[in-house]
């Protein structure tokens, strides 16, 4: 799941680019939308506390003053064996990393992952083709974060590893 401070209107089956921020800074893997609640932050608390990965301390700072919150629920996530660095991404233009999330076309996020290792790997996932061999097995995605070997510096609640992320809406070419 991935949580918004605001509505986020995307329909069902959209693709997802996860970025990890600092200290990763790097495409991680991808994700599909299965569907968006979005409703007060209290009430997105209420239906989606045991999902979300992190304490309701650290709900209601995020959420301080919104007046509506989405939880965006994921479905097929996929991590990539090697995240795509923000070197990478700079490295044939200028790539800003979202804050929370923005829509990107897909040749444009074909662009930017152009050269590297894990490229094919990448638009495999996003296009629902057979998983490549160098995908990696595939850890339960949870409140905005992946969980499983990638860590974080800021652990979550449980024992769980909360790895900071926007996302990439992925749509089609421009």
Known sequence: M????QRVAVPPG??????????????????????VDTASPAEVWK???AETGISRAEYDTYMDGAAQAS????E????????????????GGTFHPPQSYRYIAEDVLR???????MANAL??????????????????????????SLRSTSGGPNGHSVLRSSA???GPAS
């Open 2 to 5: 991935e949580l918004r401070r």
């Open 14 to 35: 959209t693709p997802v680019v996860l970025y990890a921020t600092s200290p990763v800074m790097a495409l991680v893997g991808t994700a599909r939308v299965a569907r």
């Open 47 to 49: 239906q989606h506390r």
């Open 71 to 74: 939880a965006l629920l994921l």
């Open 76 to 91: 097929s996530p996929e991590r990539l064996q090697e995240p795509v660095p923000l070197a990478h991404l700079r490295a």
């Open 111 to 117: 662009d930017l992952v152009a050269g590297h290792a």
């Open 123 to 148: 638009l495999d996932q996003l296009s629902g083709t057979a998983p490549s061999a160098s995908a990696a097995p595939t850890p339960p995605v949870v409140g905005g974060a992946v969980r499983g």
């Open 168 to 170: 990439l809406l992925v």
